[in-house]
């Protein structure tokens, strides 16, 4: 045999080198698949022990920073009371989630349909959401009476404008080519609304969502601060004001748990309801496929 059919015979053939990247790829996918979960956990298991370490360590007394298995068994413990008030704030989250929803996409309708309409009233939308909700309570506990409907006006404020602006840049941001075929086959305004803008829109719908979601959240307990500071209130944030005042640190660990693992559970369900929506056509949820 020639030296350079030999050499043939040692270099891998262009197949078996496309087999052997793909392979690379593959694993590379999986161990990004399994580091998205372990990672976070690693850490926040290694946290969950410094933090118990340290109060040992320093002897450092429960009611100023108890220890995770002391937080653990009040949230058992007291399970029914924290889990009734988490009940009224997710109502409160809910609730003001929906009406940002609804309010938010309605009024970026209106806006795509006359400049006019978004030149008046962009702007107020604009001074709600700069303006902090604690300095905005004050008249709202005196112009409504409700302790609900306060409540659900504050989260509301705090979530609409993602929702609102979101959605508006996705009415937007069409095609411009499409918008030049929808005319010349004669749509209708709204028949280029309904077919080509809202789809259009969708993720940068569900984009201002996922914000939306956790703001909700934060304005409901924010809420809850400034109306249950006077025990008007009986959602998480009353809980943790009153453990506070009782210096009763592991209820209000407990209770800052439940909001965190709250949030984190909304943030989770609504990626999972852009992921099951996207997925088929947009490109954003197309990426873990390639």
Same mark, same amino acid.
């Given at each position: 045999m020639s030296t350079i059919e030999a050499g043939a015979e040692r270099r891998p053939a262009p197949l078996e080198r496309a087999d052997a990247e793909e392979l690379a790829r593959q694993r590379q996918r999986r161990f990004e698949r399994i580091g998205r979960w372990a990672l976070p956990l690693l850490i926040m298991v290694t946290a969950i022990w410094l933090w118990?370490?340290?109060?040992?360590?320093?002897?450092?007394?429960?009611?100023?920073? &108890?220890? &995770?298995?002391?937080?653990?068994?009040?949230?058992v413990a007291d399970a029914p009371l924290l889990f009734s008030s988490l009940w009224v704030t997710l109502k409160i989250t809910f609730l003001s989630l929906l009406l940002a929803v609804l309010g938010g996409v309605g009024l970026a309708v209106l806006f795509t349909?006359?400049?006019?309409?978004?030149?008046?009233?962009?702007? @107020?939308?604009?001074?709600?959401?700069?303006?902090?909700?604690?300095?905005?309570?004050?008249?709202?506990n005196i112009y409504v009476e409700n302790q609900t409907a306060k409540l659900l006006l504050c989260a509301w404020i705090v979530a609409f404008f993602p929702i609102l602006s979101n959605t508006t840049l996705g009415l937007n941001s069409v095609d411009r080519n499409l918008l030049d075929l929808?005319?010349?086959?004669?749509?209708?305004?709204?028949?280029?609304?309904?077919?080509?803008?809202l789809p259009a829109s969708m993720p940068y719908f569900l984009g201002g969502l996922k914000i939306a979601g956790g703001l909700a959240l934060i304005?409901?307990?924010?809420?809850? @601060?400034?109306?249950?500071?006077?025990?008007?209130?009986?959602?998480?944030?009353?809980?943790?004001?009153?453990?506070?005042?009782?210096?009763?640190? &592991?209820?209000?660990?407990?209770?800052?748990?439940?909001?965190?693992?709250?949030g984190i559970v909304i943030?989770?369900?609504?990626?999972?309801?852009?992921?099951?929506?996207l997925r088929r056509w947009h490109e954003s949820a197309l990426v873990g496929e390639h």
């Open positions: 118990d370490r340290i109060c040992v360590w320093n002897d450092i007394p429960h009611f100023i920073l &108890p220890r &995770p298995g002391v937080v653990l068994e009040t949230l349909q006359s400049k006019w309409v978004e030149m008046s009233f962009f702007p @107020f939308a604009v001074i709600l959401q700069v303006t902090p909700i604690v300095a905005i309570f004050p008249l709202i929808f005319k010349m086959n004669g749509a209708s305004r709204w028949q280029t609304l309904w077919h080509l803008r304005g409901a307990v924010v809420a809850e @601060f400034v109306a249950g500071s006077a025990g008007q209130s009986t959602g998480l944030a009353s809980r943790i004001i009153e453990a506070g005042y009782r210096l009763n640190a &592991p209820r209000l660990f407990a209770a800052l748990i439940l909001i965190s693992f709250t943030f989770l369900a609504l990626s999972w309801l852009s992921n099951r929506i």
